[in-house]
């Protein structure tokens, strides 16, 4: 499914093709949301679970209404990409992970639909959500591992698919970002087992096993960000949790 070719065939249609004023508003953007909190408690989500989402999708939005404001987006594609960033995560709590963009995409554009939008503002969404998840990191290794080494995810064509998969990325070098990530570590069986050996090779607690994974993955997340202005803002994050864990960093290279 995720293989299909989101190329020249139904991807370029998108943003240019809207013009002119917005056809959503706050109201709507509060109706989606709560459509998408709705979804995850038909999913089953747990209520801690759930609270993360809630937060990250929020957050997600604030930074990209912040820099579609200070960039030049037009009023359409900041509508797009505030829409994407409000459903972007909303296939999370189905089983497989590695497909929310996908699948996302396809609920995104389906509630959209329902609340009487337009095809091509629907699609567009969808398109730039498809693109979220991103050609290196994170999800795309786990995709990999999960898919074989040709799978790859489409990545973002347009400054709005970019901007959000930026934002989305940027939420983890927050300090609740980072903190989340921290805490869903030492939850999580797999991590949990993955720093025990960690701990064990290289004669570190788990606790530290667990930060050095996290701090890890936050400076790859920090790399893979190049809006400048997004770039700007990441600089200064990234630099308050290099002071915050200052005494444990210059024990690895990060
Ligand atoms: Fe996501
Ligand atoms: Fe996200």
Redesign the pocket.
Known sequence: MIKRKVGKNNIDFNEPFLTGEMETNEKDWALLEKMVEDFYKVQGVSKKILEHFVI??KQ?KDFVIKFSSEGNFKKREKEIVILSAIL??VA?GLENFELHGEKGGEIAEEMLLKIGKSSLLAQSVRMAIIR?MGEEGYPARMAKKKYGDDFKYPKPATIVGQMLYEC?IL?QLTSSGFDKLLHLRKINEKDIADDKKTALRENITQEEAALFSVLESAKESYNLIKIRSVKKFADDLWQKIQIKYINVLPTRKI
């Open positions: 990250h999708n997600v972007h995560d999370k979220h989305d939420t």
